[in-house]
């Protein structure tokens, strides 16, 4: 029997390997690729972001923000202006990065290069443009508003519009016709598009803030007999319209208090003008006749304090007003240089009219004719504001010493 055939040696079978590695190796490598590619993009992005950057001609430029304007269309102008680099990124970081916060309207001034942070954190906080106003004292309601207007921060009707309701002062002074007195002198300073009526609230917020913290102590102190705040602007505005300076207010209050206590009209001049103003006759002199005019301001013809304050005092007047000073005065004449000489008789107060005024003005009148020049007619001023101040006379009959 013959052997079977020997069957040849079976090679060893290979196994083919398992794909995964390779393909995690290569999906490592991919994601090792986006993340540098992202990690480059943000890189990218951030430093285009941290960028200071300045695209317009120049030292400086200013960029008006209207109201209700969009956040893409103010980026979009920044950008065209200039300011901002890019205002798709800017968009993207206002909603992604500060959760999309309001953009403020207003003027807005660039002065340098700025990063996209810095620009939106400007917008965001309204850091805008202001122009600075100073109402000095003394200015009365149409003159407050010809100032402002003059200024440029608004229209003069639509001013003294807002000035002529007495809503924004009626809970602290009942007795307000318009808000005459409570249009604080001070400095402000107001962002283009600031509206009348805003401005006007400011200056009448600051009178409150000013009598609140300066003046309501001051009255608290009179006690049972504390003048209400319509009487001490009323009588504060007066101050303001007599003293020059500021050692004199309290004296010059406490005159007329004096003659107020004694049922003694005031004869103030300044609210001869006040009343000549209304009735649209002041042209910058007061004349005898014009002490006769028909006005419940005429304190020639009406003992007490006018209906209301004939201009916008200052805190030291306010403060004058709330607390006057003890004197025994009565009567005061200007000395021609901003300060006056005090009286408590008539005749002691005639004595110095002729001396403070008849005579100055004599002399005056008789240098200027020399020189051929008289700025002042003598026949044309009663006193008052045409010469500065001659203070109050004793009613019923007109003062003597009158210049």
């Given at each position: 029997?013959?052997?079977?055939?020997?069957?040849?040696?079976?090679?060893?079978s290979r196994r083919r390997g398992s794909p995964w590695p390779k393909r995690l190796a290569w999906l490592s490598a991919l994601l090792l690729l986006v993340a540098v590619a992202?990690?480059?993009?943000?890189?990218?992005?951030?430093?285009?972001?941290?960028?200071?950057?300045?695209?317009?001609?120049?030292?400086?430029?200013?960029?008006?923000?209207?109201?209700?304007?969009?956040?893409?269309?103010?980026?979009?102008?920044?950008?065209?202006?200039?300011?901002?680099?890019?205002?798709?990124?800017?968009?993207?970081?206002?909603?992604?990065?500060?959760?999309?916060?309001?953009?403020?309207?207003?003027?807005?001034?660039?002065?340098?290069?700025?990063?996209?942070?810095?620009?939106?954190?400007?917008?965001?906080?309204?850091?805008?443009?202001?122009?600075?106003?100073?109402?000095?004292?003394?200015?009365?309601?149409?003159?407050?508003?010809?100032?402002?207007?003059?200024?440029?921060?608004?229209?003069?009707?639509?001013?003294?519009?807002?000035?002529?309701?007495?809503?924004?002062?009626?809970?602290?002074?009942?007795?307000?016709?318009?808000?005459?007195?409570?249009?604080?002198?001070?400095?402000?300073?107001?962002?283009?598009?600031?509206?009348?009526?805003?401005?006007?609230?400011?200056?009448?917020?600051?009178?409150?803030?000013?009598?609140?913290?300066?003046?309501?102590?001051?009255?608290?102190?009179?006690?049972?007999?504390?003048?209400?705040?319509?009487?001490?602007?009323?009588?504060?505005?007066?101050?303001?319209?007599?003293?020059?300076?500021?050692?004199?207010?309290?004296?010059?209050?406490?005159?007329?208090?004096?003659?107020?206590?004694?049922?003694?009209?005031?004869?103030?001049?300044?609210?001869?003008?006040?009343?000549?103003?209304?009735?649209?006759?002041?042209?910058?002199?007061?004349?005898?006749?014009?002490?006769?005019?028909?006005?419940?301001?005429?304190?020639?013809?009406?003992?007490?304090?006018?209906?209301?304050?004939?201009?916008?005092?200052?805190?030291?007047?306010?403060?004058?007003?709330?607390?006057p000073a003890e004197v025994p005065y009565l009567y005061f004449v200007s000395r021609n240089d901003g300060t006056h000489v005090f009286a408590s008789t008539l005749a002691e107060?005639?004595?110095?009219?002729?001396?403070?005024?008849?005579?100055?003005?004599?002399?005056?009148?008789?240098?200027?004719?020399?020189?051929?020049?008289?700025?002042?007619?003598?026949?044309?001023?009663?006193?008052?504001?045409?010469?500065?101040?001659?203070?109050?006379?004793?009613?019923?009959?007109?003062?003597?010493?009158?210049?």
């Open positions: 029997m013959s052997a079977a055939p020997k069957r040849p040696p079976k090679r060893p992202a990690g480059l993009t943000a890189w990218w992005l951030w430093r285009r972001l941290e960028e200071p950057y300045q695209g317009w001609p120049g030292g400086e430029i200013r960029v008006a923000v209207e109201p209700g304007s969009a956040a893409t269309t103010i980026l979009e102008r920044l950008e065209s202006d200039g300011v901002l680099s890019d205002a798709r990124l800017a968009r993207l970081y206002l909603v992604y990065g500060l959760e999309d916060p309001p953009l403020q309207a207003g003027e807005y001034l660039f002065d340098r290069p700025r990063t996209i942070p810095e620009v939106l954190d400007m917008l965001i906080r309204g850091e805008v443009l202001t122009h600075e106003v100073t109402i000095v004292e003394g200015l009365t309601l149409w003159e407050t508003a010809d100032l402002l207007a003059k200024a440029g921060f608004g229209d003069r009707d639509a001013f003294v519009a807002a000035m002529s309701s007495p809503a924004l002062i009626a809970d602290l002074d009942p007795e307000a016709r318009t808000l005459e007195g409570y249009l604080f002198p001070s400095t402000y300073r107001f962002s283009s598009g600031t509206g009348e009526k805003a401005i006007v609230e400011t200056l009448v917020r600051t009178f409150r803030d000013t009598f609140r913290q300066s003046v309501e102590p001051l009255v608290t102190q009179s006690g049972a007999e504390a003048p209400t705040v319509h009487q001490v602007t009323t009588l504060a505005s007066i101050v303001e319209k007599e003293a020059r300076i500021d050692a004199e207010r309290p004296v010059i209050a406490g005159v007329y208090t004096n003659r107020l206590r004694s049922g003694i009209a005031l004869y103030a001049d300044p609210t001869v003008i006040y009343a000549l103003r209304l009735a649209g006759r002041w042209d910058g002199n007061i004349r005898r006749g014009d002490l006769k005019i028909d006005s419940p301001y005429n304190t020639y013809l009406y003992p007490g304090l006018p209906p209301g304050p004939i201009a916008s005092p200052g805190r030291s007047s306010l403060e004058a007003a709330a607390a107060h005639n004595r110095n009219v002729e001396l403070w005024q008849r005579r100055y003005w004599r002399k005056k009148w008789a240098e200027e004719k020399q020189q051929g020049s008289r700025a002042i007619s003598p026949d044309a001023p009663a006193g008052g504001e045409a010469n500065d101040k001659t203070g109050p006379k004793d009613p019923p009959k007109p003062p003597k010493g009158r210049s």
